[in-house]
């Protein structure tokens, strides 16, 4: 069973940083091209970034090309999401998973919560 477990949410000011990480477990890590995604308060989940499975490749949705950057750490079976110049509109619950154009969907984890405000 693959266990997704997001972390490393929390407040921030406008313009700050925070790092994200996923830990999967019960999964070859290395085999799976993977994505961040997130769900804001009455939204639907919408992706935001993916890396392809070893790292050299990235995509990013307009609203966080340029701020964000996902990243990988194999031998560790960890995916990153460093996120700066945060915006108001990037708070949201923050979940990883497959990437997007894979029909396979792990369960979703817990998720961690972003939130930007001044």
């Known amino acids: 069973q693959v266990v997704l477990v997001e972390s490393g949410g929390g407040s921030a000011q406008p313009g700050g940083s925070l790092r994200l990480s996923c830990a999967v477990s019960?999964?070859?890590?290395?085999?799976?091209?993977l994505g961040w995604y997130r769900q804001a308060p009455g939204e639907q989940r919408e992706f935001i970034a993916e890396i392809n499975s070893n790292g050299d490749m990235t995509y990013y949705a307009d609203s966080v090309k340029y701020r964000f950057t996902i990243s990988r750490q194999n031998a560790e079976n960890k995916l990153y999401l460093q996120m700066n110049s945060l915006k108001p509109e990037d708070t949201a619950i923050y979940y990883c998973n497959t990437n997007s154009a894979n029909e396979l969907r792990w369960n979703w984890g817990q998720g961690t919560q972003v939130t930007v405000s001044s």
């Open positions: 019960g999964v070859s890590f290395s085999s799976y091209a």
